[in-house]
């Protein structure tokens, strides 16, 4: 089975890279592991100095390596057993790295209990990094495919079924009403009312928003502006009369009274009513 793309992405390996010299550092310093405390008879500030210059170095491996990996993921698949064999060369190379230091530096050291020990402790000083990035970058990715699912959802009533959905000023969906059962909208400071027809009675949701802000979120919709305070459904909209004081608007449903229109907004919704199909 093939491994996530995202472990292999060039970002996540880059913050791998990164997390795990920082863990190293720390932990070297705190623990002292690969016989560190005899590599140099310094103060701890010149031992972290010097020891951090050593496990950059070796962190090189884990560079040249996640490069690699990068270039021939790109080209072929990397199953979980390639993964699994790709992450004990990383261990076994970095533990021949200080196993070779180590005796370097002190040639009296037994080789074999020298590799033994830099492997065991390399073994955690990458293994644990890597297993708390691994779940941070599914956890990401997770979030990511949720927050993607979520925001197509967003769009479905709208979109696919007919429905219209109403954000708050948040951005978040609050309800969603069918396009043939919305009547109108009335605005008032930074409240909508909502009305719309349900089992035939007269229903109303209470939103959080601006008029002005559902006016551009519903632009390509037949909710369009007819007065500073309303928006009404065109669907819904069953004749235009003009009278002395105005154009006002009848809907299909006696639940609800008439609605002017202001003068700005006549010319529009005369020529939206009209043009509908």
Known sequence: ???????????????????????????????????????????????????????????????????????????????????????????????????GYTIYLNKERDAIDVFESSFINTALVLLLPYTVLWFYFGWKESSARLESLVSSMDELPQKAFGNIGFKDEKDVLRISINSKDLLYLESSDNY??????????LKKFLLRNRIKNLEQELKESNVVRCHRSYMVNLERVKVLRREKDGLYIEMDSNLVSNILVSKSYSKKISEKFLSRP
């Open 192 to 201: 909508v009312t909502i009305y719309y027809q349900s089992n035939d009675k």
């Open 1 to 99: 089975m093939k491994i996530p793309d995202y472990i292999n992405e060039k970002g996540n390996s880059i913050r791998l890279v990164t997390f795990t010299a920082l863990f190293a550092l720390i932990f070297i310093n705190i623990y002292k592991p690969f016989s560190s405390s005899g590599w140099y008879p310094v103060s701890e500030f010149m031992f972290f100095v010097y020891s951090s210059l050593i496990i950059l170095t070796g962190v090189l491996v884990v560079i040249i390596s996640r490069i690699i990996m990068h270039f021939y993921g790109k080209r072929h698949s990397i199953t979980y057993a390639k993964y699994a064999v790709w992450v004990f060369l990383e261990v076994l190379f970095m533990s021949l790295f200080y196993t």
